[in-house]
């Protein structure tokens, strides 16, 4: 396991961008960020594999978000774009044990941060 760290959340309006990053504490394999509504299930966002070139996403956020990584920084990041009401959540970056494949359960991920509030106003 690992320890991770987001930043980047904050408050913005509707069709903004806004990018978060994760700290990891060492090298990880498959990376993900997930988010969560209050009185909802934590859903998956976004994953990357092992060296980057694998990435997959979910329904709703596909063709704004785009998920990235810095190995050598050992640095996650997600790129959101057009950014909309239903995208407010606390969004949490995971590591999973997995090399290869990038799983969408989050019982597959076994290191979690502490999450980081974003809120899009309309």
């Known amino acids: 396991q690992v320890q991770l760290v987001e930043s980047g959340g904050g408050l913005v309006q509707a069709g903004a961008s806004l990018r978060l990053s994760c700290a990891a504490s060492?090298?990880?394999?498959?990376m993900a960020w997930f988010r969560r509504v209050p009185g909802k299930e934590r859903t998956y966002v976004a994953g990357?594999?092992?060296?980057?070139?694998?990435?997959s996403y979910g329904d709703s956020v596909k063709g704004r978000f785009t998920i990235s990584r810095d190995n050598a920084n050992y640095m996650l990041y997600l790129q959101m774009t057009n950014l909309k009401a239903e995208d407010t959540a606390v969004y949490y970056c995971a590591a999973s044990p997995s090399r290869y494949s990038i799983p969408r359960g989050e019982v597959l991920y076994d290191s979690w941060g502490q999450g980081t509030q974003v809120t899009v106003s309309s």
């Open positions: 060492g090298p990880t394999f498959s």
């Open positions: 990357i594999g092992w060296g980057g070139d694998s990435t």
